[in-house]
């Protein structure tokens, strides 16, 4: 008569009669689990999301017809530094506006604001200066190398930006304190490429405006595209707001790159329109490729509730 | 054959059990009487050395009266006294048979302690030879070395058969021989007169050293001691005369050099009672040394100047011609070369036209200086170092070939000072850029270098700083391969001028050390010059009783067998030139051609090896 045994436990101090090395049949299926903390991607998110990507390619596109046309000479320099010294007031203004907004509630002292503001018109005071004494060594700086290995170098610089740059949003925004920049090497790469541009135009203010253009639209722009995008994206409002400047920013790349070459203006719109719609398609159709195993090697995640 | 006796067998097992003393017995002393000597009790080992034997005239053994009177009184002279105690050791016999070769002692010692005989040289006092357990340096200052230094004391070498009191012994053995041999055959006297160990010692014949001393004496107090004063005045902070110009460390040295002389010259006079051999043979050494080389030195520098004073025109017309083409033109070329795109690298144009303006224009002006200074005066200037070096060694000393050597390195840098200018601007703008773009680079990365712990960390910096930084380092990026081609050149050319200076130092050096003296030595009599102890061993015949020689077999009176004797090894060539190899390898880790290229990348400034740290290398 043999005695029942009783079913094997996960257990150690009991003492079983199996043997130690004993795993019951269908055990290790079971334990393993497939895409575990899988959440699909879903299409319009996606695409919402992607519209950081779209807006800095619309800037770098913008950048690129405005140095041609100034190295056309079709364009004013003068023009130019009026555009962006307005252009700078305007995103100044909205960065302060959402200051106020997002942190009406919190009590943020007088004193830090007052710095905050002293500081940015240093710094900003500081650059103006700077690149105005800078720009007739500027000028010449590059004037031995030929233009081929000038807009090679510019084009790796360009790549390297969108690479590295942050698209994400600045979340934990709460605190009223400096802004991190979050990508130093994406920036400086612009800025180089944009110096490097620079050094092939013919005259000192033409110097002067494209590199004030590109410090507005490569360093204080994206801090401000960060900060409109971690507002509030729930309300359709902005949403609608997002999108409606992502359409702005394309158009306008469109608009000026058209004239100097309609095939580049093509290219600028495809590239567009891929980033935009083309590539969160691609990214929900490979989901279903996603295989995660997880298993009862891995390290325990805690659940923290 | 060789035959071991039972006693010596005896002997040998008793010396792993029971050590027996080691006797040192002179090689030439073969008479038989009362041996006397100093005794050395390592501990437990004996160790005896025999300075003597006094030997038997008369038929019956009487040891003369007064002997050890005679023998504390000799052994209270201050210089010997730290020996140990002059004894009477025991009654010594020598056996000689028919027998042909070299016979053993016995001794009868006080106790009847089993003892085994080593063999020893000694030396007469005239030859200057001696014993050493380590080698000496034949150093210019010598005199320096004081006797604590001889005796080393080798603490934990007490134990073993031979320390360096017992080679000190060995060393004196012979003139306290000679001394009381002599005080004991003029014994009619009742006292004993005061030994004149001196005599014994080889000295310098006295007319010729007076003349030399007052000779030198009087050089050295008008021109040898001002010059030396004048020499160490410091000019800035850190530098002193000597430190700039080679031919004012030359006359430094050649100062140096005579007041040593004078030193020595004094303390080898034959009036002071020196017994110590091996202090007074190394003396005698460097003292000669230091004159062979001034002396060699004088007259390969009267030929020299002879050649300089009978060809000063050709000469200079040649070093005009040299001037002019490697020193100013071509460096007015090449600059020329670099500003117009050289070999298809295109340089940043205004740079490049603002460097190559600048030094054409520098060495334009230094070579009108030449030209207008130096150069007519240059035939004059060649006749001048010509006689300076065949006759100046009659003020004070200062000539010879080390002098003109001296002074046509100073005329050189003289000649390339314009090279030496144009470096220092070339490699203060090179260090500077390439510093700064280091750091700029850093900054491009987001890091920056952690003094405190001596890496590079993450770093967030302000927009405008980072602006700023950006900005400039393309800029720099751009003008660098400009900076680091004038860099190049100058760096290149001031390689050369450090090298050719580098060989002329090194030929100065060479004629300023040649151990010429001691080389002949070695070649002459190595015993003079002795680099250690090596036991070798010799065939002597030892004279057996009969029932020993029926214990092992023969029946013969004399058994031979093998004693060890100490022998003198020769100082090694290593070690006649350690200066040498001392100084090549102070100059091989100045010069070492990895350690150049590498300052030179990283712009760091380029000297020939600093005088003072080589001069005081050489005077310890």
Redo the contacts between chains.
């Keep these: 008569m043999s005695t029942k045994i009783p079913p094997w436990e996960k257990v150690l101090w009991k003492n079983q009669p199996y043997p130690d090395n004993y795993i019951p049949q269908g055990a290790l299926e079971s334990s393993l689990r497939k895409n575990p903390n899988f959440k699909p991607y879903t299409y319009w998110p996606l695409v919402h999301l992607s519209i950081a990507i779209t807006q800095h390619l619309a800037t770098i596109f913008i950048f690129l017809s405005v140095f041609v046309r100034l190295k056309d000479r079709s364009l004013d320099p003068r023009v130019l530094i009026f555009v962006s010294l307005g252009c700078f007031f305007v995103g100044y203004f909205v960065w302060e506006v959402l200051q106020y907004t997002q942190s009406s509630g919190g009590g943020s002292k007088h004193g830090s604001k007052r710095n905050e503001r002293a500081k940015t018109l240093?710094?900003s005071i500081?650059?103006f200066l700077?690149?105005m004494s800078?720009s007739p060594?500027?000028r010449?700086?590059?004037?031995?190398?030929s233009s081929d290995s000038i807009w090679a170098l510019s084009a790796c610089l360009f790549l390297l930006n969108i690479l590295l740059a942050d698209y994400g949003s600045s979340s934990s925004v709460a605190q009223v304190g400096?802004e991190?920049?979050t990508s130093?090497?994406s920036?400086?790469a612009a800025?180089?490429s944009s110096?490097?541009l620079a050094?092939r135009l013919s005259n000192d203010l033409a110097v002067f405006a494209l590199?004030q253009f590109s410090?507005q639209s490569f360093?204080l722009f994206p801090m401000l595209r960060r900060r409109l995008q971690a507002f509030n994206t729930r309300k359709l409002s902005t949403r609608a707001m997002q999108a409606l400047l992502t359409f702005a920013l394309s158009i306008s790349s469109l608009i000026l790159a058209a004239p100097l070459s309609s095939t580049i203006a093509f290219l600028f719109l495809l590239v567009l329109l891929a980033v935009t719609f083309f590539a969160p398609a691609v990214l929900v159709w490979a989901q279903k490729y996603k295989n995660e195993i997880r298993g009862p090697w891995d390290v325990a995640v805690p659940k923290v509730n | 054959m060789m035959l071991l006796t039972s006693k010596y067998t005896t002997s040998m097992s008793a010396s792993l059990y029971n050590p027996s003393a080691s006797v040192f017995w002179p090689l030439d002393c073969k008479e038989s009487g009362y041996a006397f000597g100093w005794c050395n009790n390592n501990q437990n080992v004996g160790c005896i050395v025999v300075a003597g034997v006094i030997q038997l005239h008369t038929v019956d053994s009487k040891l003369p009266e007064g002997l050890p009177k005679l023998l504390e009184h000799t052994q209270q002279h201050t210089e010997i006294a730290d020996l140990g105690e002059l004894q009477l050791i025991g009654k010594c016999t020598f056996y000689s048979g028919q027998r042909k070769g070299l016979v053993a002692p016995e001794l009868e010692m006080g106790q009847a302690i089993k003892y085994s005989i080593v063999f020893y040289h000694r030396h007469e006092a005239q030859t200057l030879r001696f014993y050493l357990m380590d080698t000496f340096g034949l150093d210019i200052d010598a005199f320096n070395v004081t006797s604590s230094s001889t005796v080393r004391p080798v603490s934990g070498r007490k134990s073993s058969g031979i320390s360096q009191d017992i080679v000190n012994q060995l060393n004196v053995a012979s003139i306290i021989n000679a001394a009381i041999l002599e005080t004991l055959s003029s014994m009619s006297n009742a006292t004993p007169s005061s030994t004149n160990l001196g005599q014994t010692t080889k000295s310098i014949t006295a007319r010729t050293s007076d003349l030399l001393e007052t000779a030198i004496s009087k050089s050295q107090s008008f021109i040898s001691m001002p010059i030396q004063v004048i020499c160490n005045i410091h000019i800035s902070a850190k530098y002193r005369l000597k430190d700039v110009s080679l031919s004012v460390q030359q006359m430094d040295v050649r100062a140096d050099q005579s007041a040593a002389l004078l030193r020595q010259m004094a303390a080898l006079q034959p009036r002071r009672e020196g017994v110590r051999i091996e202090s007074y043979s190394m003396k005698y050494t460097s003292f000669f040394n230091t004159v062979w080389l001034i002396l060699n030195d004088v007259t390969i520098g009267y030929a020299f100047g002879n050649f300089l004073c009978e060809n000063h025109e050709v000469l200079s017309g040649m070093l005009k011609d040299a001037v002019e083409n490697f020193l100013i033109s071509w460096p007015q070329r090449a600059l020329c070369w670099l500003d117009s795109w050289p070999a298809g690298l295109k340089l940043n144009t205004e740079l490049s036209r603002f460097y190559s303006g600048t030094f054409v224009d520098f060495v334009d002006i230094w070579g009108g200086v030449l030209r207008h200074t130096i150069f007519p005066q240059l035939p004059k200037i060649i006749y001048i170092f010509g006689l300076i070096s065949s006759f100046g060694v009659l003020i004070g000393g200062m000539g010879g070939m080390t002098m003109s050597i001296a002074l046509f390195y100073d005329m050189f840098v003289v000649l390339t000072l314009h090279i030496y200018v144009c470096y220092t601007i070339a490699v203060l703008a090179y260090e500077r850029a390439l510093w700064g773009l280091g750091s700029l680079w850093r900054l491009f990365r987001g890091k920056r270098f952690n003094v405190l712990r001596n890496r590079t960390d993450s770093w967030e910096y302000d927009i405008d700083q980072l602006l700023f930084g950006t900005i400039l380092f393309t800029l720099l990026a751009f003008l660098f391969p400009t900076v680091l081609a004038y860099y190049a050149l100058f760096a290149l050319l001031r390689l050369a001028t450090i090298l050719i200076q580098a060989s002329l130092e090194i030929q100065l050096a060479f004629m300023n050390h040649f151990p010429l003296f001691a080389l002949v030595l070695k070649l002459k009599d190595p015993w003079r010059l002795p680099g250690g102890l090596y036991f070798d061993f010799v065939r002597v015949l030892v004279h057996v009783n009969e029932h020993e020689a029926a214990g092992a077999g023969t029946d013969e009176q004399f058994i031979t067998t093998l004693i060890p004797i100490v022998e003198n090894q020769p100082i090694t060539l290593g070690r006649i030139f350690f200066q040498y190899t001392r100084l090549w390898t102070k100059l091989a880790s100045h010069y070492d051609p990895f350690r150049l290229f590498k300052s030179l990348l990283l712009g760091r400034f380029l000297v020939p090896i600093p005088r003072f740290d080589q001069r005081d290398e050489i005077d310890t």
């Design positions: 240093k710094s500081l650059i700077a690149l800078l060594v500027l010449t700086l590059s004037a031995a190398t400096p991190r920049l130093v090497l920036m400086n800025i180089s110096v490097v050094s590199i410090v360093t």
